[in-house]
C-alpha cells in the first residue's frame, strides 16, 4: 500500500502544481528578433470564469517563452466583447513581469461576441506607432493571434482581408465552439499553419505549442532553396534576400543590380552613362543626336535644314505654360547645327493673327536664337492654326524671308505647337505645305485633337505627331524630334552646294539617268522572256 502511494504522489504532486506551471513550454527562451505581437482576447459571456482563468494563464505561459524587450518582441493584449478594451499597447511594458501583472488582474467583459470589431481595433490602433508598433519601413513582422470561443456577430472576412493587405499575419485560435468558417476568413494564408481549434481551454497549451515552434528560429537560409543573387537572411516569415552595399533588391526579391548602373554593367556609351532606378540610358554631347542602337551618337549637322517652329500662343495656353513653351523650342535648338551654311530657323507665333517674331534669315547662330526665343511675348486670344500655315506656306519659306532657293534642295521642315483644336480649317493649308515638300511634324499638348495633329502632319503620322498631356512633361518628346528633324541623308556639311546648271552638275545627272535607264532595259528585256516562255507553255497544254 506504500509503495503504490509513494508511486502515485509525483502525479498527485503535479496536479496539485499550478496551471502556470503545468503550461509552462518547454525548451529555451524563443529570440526571433524583432516582433510586434497582439493579443486579441475573448472575453464574451460565453467563455465560463474558470475558462477565462485558464486563458490568462496560457497568456503569462507564453509570454515567458518570448524574448521581450523594446528591441525584441513588443507585446500588446487587449480583450474584446460587445466592444474592445485595450490591456496594455505595444509600447507600455518593456518588462515580462509588468505583463504578466496586467494578464494576472484581467476581468472578463462578458458581453457579446463583436469579433470584426476588435480586429478592426488591432488594425487600426493595436499596431499603430502611437500605441508603440514599429513603423512600416522599420519592416518589423506584425503578428496577431485571435482567441475565440464562438460564432461572431459581426462581419470578419473583409475587415481580416483588410488587416492582412496592411502586413499583419493573423493566427486564428478557435476553442470548443468556435466557428470554423469564421476562422478560416480570418486567418492568413497558408490556413493550415494559422488555424487552430481545440477540444477546451484546458487544451489550449496544444496551439502555445506549435505557435513557439513557429516562433523559435529557423534557419530558413540553410535549406538551399531561397535563390538569392548576394545574401539570405532567414527572418520570422521565412527566408529574405539582401544586396551588398552599393545594390539594390529588384522586385523579383532575389536579384540585385548596381545602384550605378553605369559602373556595374558593359554599358556600350559612346560618350555618357547615366543611371536611372533600376536602367540606365546613355547620353550624348551637346548638339550630338543619340543613334538608334542607344549607345552611339552623331552630329545633328551632317544636314542643312530650313526649319520654321509655328507657336500657338492662344489665351488657353496661358503665360507661365509659355514660358516652358519656348524653354521647348530652345532645346530643340540646342541639338540643331544653327549658321547660315547649315540649319537655319524660323519663329512664328499664332494666335487670332499671325506674327512672324524672327525669319529664317535673320540669325546666324544657336546663342542668337535662343535670346530671340526668349525675348518673344505672348499674344493671346484665339488659336487660328489654318492661318498660321497658310502664312507659313506663302512667306515663311520664301527666299526673302530666307529660305534657301529650291535648286539646291535643302530639305524644308516646318513644326506646329498646339495646345487646343482651331478655330479654323486646317485641312487645305496643310495639304498645301506638303504639296510644296515642306515635312510637316505636329505637337499637340493637353487638349490638343489627335485627328487635327495628324492632318498637319506629315505621312507616317507615328513618325511626324506628338503628344504630352500637359506643357511640364513635354521635354520627354524631344527625343522623337531629335530623331525626325535632323536628316539622315542631307547634304553633308562639307560639301559645297552647287547650282544643278553647273556643267559638272548636268553631266553627273545624265549619267545617273542613263545608267538608270540601262538597268530598267534589262529588266524588261527579263520581263519579255518571261512572257514569251508563259506562252509557250500554254500554247502546249493546248
Known sequence: MRGRLCSQLPMFLLLLQPWETQLQFAGPRCRTGPLDLVFVIDSS???????????????????????????ATRVGVIQYSSQVQSVFPLGTFSRRKDMERAIRTLVPLAQGTMTGLAIQYA???????????????????????IVTDGRPQDRVAEVAAQARSRGIEIYAVGVQRADVASLRAMASPPLDEHVFLVESFDRIQEFGLQ???????????????????????????????????????????RSCQAQDLCNGVDHGCEFQCVSEGFSYRCLCPERWQLQADGKSCSRCQEGHVDLVLLVDGSKSVRPQNFELVKRFVNQIVDFLDVSPEGTRVGLVQFSSRVRTEFPLGRYGTAAE????????????????????????????????QGARPRALNVPRVGLVFTDGRSQDDV??????????????????????????????ASEPAELHVSYSPDFSTM??????????????????????????????SLVEFQGRTLGALESLSQNLAQLTARLEDVENQLATQK
Open 45 to 71: 459571456r460565453s467563455v465560463r470564469p474558470f475558462e477565462f482563468q485558464t486563458m490568462r494563464q496560457f497568456l503569462v505561459s507564453l509570454l515567458r517563452s518570448l524574448d521581450v524587450g523594446p528591441n
Open 123 to 145: 488594425m487600426n490602433v493595436a499596431f499603430s506607432v502611437a500605441e508603440g508598433a514599429r513603423p512600416p519601413e522599420a519592416r518589423v513582422p506584425r503578428v496577431a493571434v
Open 211 to 253: 505557435f513557439q515552434r513557429r516562433l523559435c528560429p529557423v534557419d530558413h537560409c540553410s535549406f538551399g532553396n531561397h535563390s538569392c543573387q548576394h545574401e539570405c537572411v532567414s527572418t520570422f516569415g521565412g527566408p529574405r534576400c539582401r544586396c551588398r552595399g552599393g545594390y539594390n533588391l529588384l522586385p523579383d526579391g
Open 369 to 400: 536664337v535662343k535670346q530671340a526665343v526668349l525675348a518673344v511675348e505672348y499674344m493671346e486670344r484665339g488659336t487660328m492654326t489654318g492661318l498660321a500655315l497658310r502664312h507659313m506656306v506663302e512667306h515663311s519659306f520664301s527666299e526673302a
Open 427 to 456: 485641312s487645305v493649308w496643310a495639304a498645301r505645305a506638303k504639296e510644296e515638300g515642306i515635312v510637316m511634324y505636329a505637337v499637340g499638348v493637353g487638349k490638343a485633337v489627335e485627328d487635327e495633329l495628324r492632318e498637319i
Open 475 to 504: 521635354t520627354h518628346l524631344l527625343e522623337n524630334l531629335k530623331g525626325s528633324i535632323c536628316p539622315e541623308e542631307g547634304i553633308s556639311a562639307g560639301t559645297e552646294l552647287r547650282s544643278p546648271c553647273e556643267c559638272e
